[in-house]
T-cell receptor
Framework: SQTIHQWPATLVQPVGSPLSLECTVE??????LYWYRQAAGRGLQLLFY??????ISSEVPQNLSASRPQDRQFILSSKKLLLSDSGFYLC???????????FGPGTRLLVL | KNEVEQSPQNLTAQEGEFITINCSYS?????LHWLQQHPGGGIVSLFM???GKKKHGRLIATINIQEKHSSLHITASHPRDSAVYIC?????????FGTGTRLKVLA
């Protein structure tokens, strides 16, 4: 069966520090992968999606970047965190039939 | 105006009540999803709809493609149903989300 992992689960970082969040998927190959952010009290916002290795589409201009170095690995990064980067970050993959997305457990990021 | 609108934004109900959450959308879709987000943040998919009606336990979801509207119903609500319910429409490989309905069911 397919499983999606995210780490870390919780992260507290100072403003200006770098960020690396990792997402890996098991049990499937060549998945479409997604990074979402949910700011406090707000809805989910799509940040990036990837249809294959090295292929990244950005949905909104921002302080973050994404990379897909391997088929089942999706990384969210920042060189210098801002206070506004605080939020709950979710990774997801698109299931077969391209109709359902499955979400990881999320990473809660607090930038101080 | 958001492409996916949900109502109400917040809902408090007494245990046992019948609950309805509505979702309207303005874009073409291949499917509509109802998601449930628990207080810890984890998200699970409840239903995927492209037409008609689906039922799973005490949950019922309906969709009217012509009217671009979907409803999620919870029968005999229970405190464990307390969560944020999110409507999401699937376009080309991408979800567009509603802002969610925060449901609290009181014992």
């Amino acid at each position: 069966s397919q499983t999606i992992h995210q780490w870390p689960a919780t992260l507290v970082q100072p403003v200006g520090s770098p960020l690396s969040l990792e997402c890996t998927v098991e049990g499937t190959s060549n998945p479409n992968l997604y990074w979402y952010r949910q700011a406090a009290g707000r809805g989910l916002q799509l940040l990036f999606y990837s249809v294959g290795i090295g292929q990244i589409s950005s949905e909104v201009p921002q302080n973050l970047s994404a990379s897909r170095p391997q088929d089942r690995q999706f990384i969210l990064s920042s060189k210098k965190l801002l206070l506004s980067d605080s939020g709950f970050y979710l990774c997801a993959w698109l299931g077969s039939g391209a109709e359902t997305q499955y979400f990881g457990p999320g990473t809660r990021l607090l930038v101080l | 105006k958001n492409e996916v609108e949900q109502s109400p934004q917040n809902l408090t109900a007494q245990e046992g009540e019948f609950i309805t959450i509505n979702c309207s959308y303005s874009v073409g879709i291949s499917a509509l999803h109802w998601l449930q987000q628990h207080p810890g943040g984890g998200i699970v998919s409840l239903f995927m709809l492209s037409s008609g009606k689906k039922k799973h336990g005490r949950l019922i979801a309906t969709i009217n493609i012509q009217e671009k509207h979907s409803s999620l119903h919870i029968t005999a609500s229970h405190p464990r149903d307390s969560a944020v319910y999110i409507c999401a429409v699937m376009g080309t490989y991408k979800y567009i989300f509603g802002t969610g309905t925060r449901l609290k069911v009181l014992a």
